[in-house]
């Protein structure tokens, strides 16, 4: 069986994040009648020591960033070492040291192209849902 405090709480996150919901210092739910009564006094509060907080991104998280060339070479030389030892405990004896390099190159080669154009379909993507146009690129004349 729940406690209260968890019943409130599991109460409070299936609600819709556009409601308000007002505890007193009992825990009990306040009507919005009740509220208007207690408000001016919180406000009041609020003047006096005013707070700074972060600010709230809602459901949208981390922006992502313009695609570059320098973060997919960054992200590439983070994962070059690991492709070679995978490559080196899945070729076995069959290659040589040369024929494993040359086989992590080959990936890399896929890798940092599929890189880039991963970061700008996200990209893309995060600028439709915030409603911005897409950058044209200017040709020259």
Do not use: C
Not at 37 to 42: G, L, N, T
Not at 87 to 101: E, F, N, P, Q, S
């Amino acid at each position: 069986m729940a406690t209260k405090k968890q019943q409130r709480r599991r109460q409070k996150e299936r609600r819709h994040e556009y409601e308000e919901v007002w505890v007193d210092a009992e825990g009990k739910e306040l009507a919005p009648e009740e509220v208007e009564q207690v408000v001016p006094e919180a406000a009041a509060k609020a003047t006096a020591s005013p707070k700074k907080s972060a600010p709230s991104r809602g459901r949208s998280g981390r922006v992502p960033p313009p695609p570059s060339w320098r973060r997919v070479g960054k992200r590439a030389a983070i994962f070059a070492p690991l492709m070679f030892v995978t490559v080196y405990i899945i070729g076995g004896a069959k290659l040589t040291l040369a024929g494993k390099l040359f086989q992590t190159a080959v990936l890399l080669l896929f890798f940092i192209p599929f890189s880039y154009a991963m970061d700008s379909i996200q990209y893309r993507n995060y600028q439709k849902r915030q409603g911005q146009p897409p950058k044209q690129k200017q040709k020259p004349e």
